[in-house]
């Protein structure tokens, strides 16, 4: 098993700010994942972090929103930038994906933007 | 593209009454199929899972049969607890995108 540290672990931040969430492990993986959870939704990923190369970002998500950095194989960041109440939501970070394996979470970024 | 549909929540239960949770999914290939839950303030974790056609997982009670000619993952557990309050995704993996959750179903077991 991978054991993520994710932090912060909440934040109410004002509009138009930019808050980076970190996220740990404990082992070398090559991709890692970033998730958003709006209230009452599911998740919905937010791109893949490759380490040594430029995130892949899914639809509907931009880089100059949402940067990510990925300088090893144990630490990455996605920021949330120039942030609207529109961004309030949990952000969590995953990695492990594989057929015959579970997938890790970190505990998640409550965010709150006011 | 692959997708995972779950049944509408709230499911709101008496404590040790019988749950179900249903769970369809559409996926080229042959997909890992999985429960995850969310209890209050905490972050995903796995409650089970099955890789192939007619697998069972199992964990804390839960149940869930992987059916291949229904397309289908329901969650099942005979007597849910107060404990059990949570929300719960299903979700598949079929390697050609990182895992595809469902909408999540909340669950409230009162006592």
């Known amino acids: 098993s991978a054991v993520i540290s994710q932090k912060p672990s909440r934040d109410i931040c004002q509009r138009g700010t930019s808050l980076t969430i970190q996220c740990q492990v404990d082992s070398q993986v090559t991709m890692m994942f970033w998730y958003r959870q709006q209230p009452g939704q599911s998740l919905t990923l937010i791109a893949t972090a490759n380490q040594g190369s430029e995130a892949t970002y899914e639809s509907g998500f931009v880089i100059d929103k949402f940067p990510i950095s990925r300088p090893n194989l144990t630490f990455s960041t996605l920021t949330v930038s120039n942030m609207s109440p529109e961004d309030s939501s949990i952000y969590l970070c995953s990695l492990g994906q594989r057929f015959n394996t579970e997938a890790f979470f970190g505990q998640g970024t409550r965010l709150t933007v006011v | 593209g692959d997708s995972v549909t779950q049944m509408e929540g709230p499911v709101t239960l008496s404590e040790e009454a019988f749950l179900t949770i249903n769970c369809t999914y559409t996926?080229?290939?042959?997909?890992?199929l999985f429960w995850y839950v969310q209890y209050p303030g905490e972050g995903l974790q796995l409650l089970l899972k099955a890789t192939k056609a007619d697998d069972k997982g199992s964990n804390k009670g839960f149940e869930a049969t992987y059916r291949k000619e229904t397309t289908s993952f329901h969650l099942e557990k005979g007597s849910v607890q107060v404990s059990d309050s949570a929300v719960y995704f299903c979700a598949l993996y079929s390697g050609n995108t990182p895992l595809v959750f469902g909408k999540g179903t909340r669950l409230s077991v009162i006592a």
């Open positions: 996926a080229t290939g042959y997909p890992s």
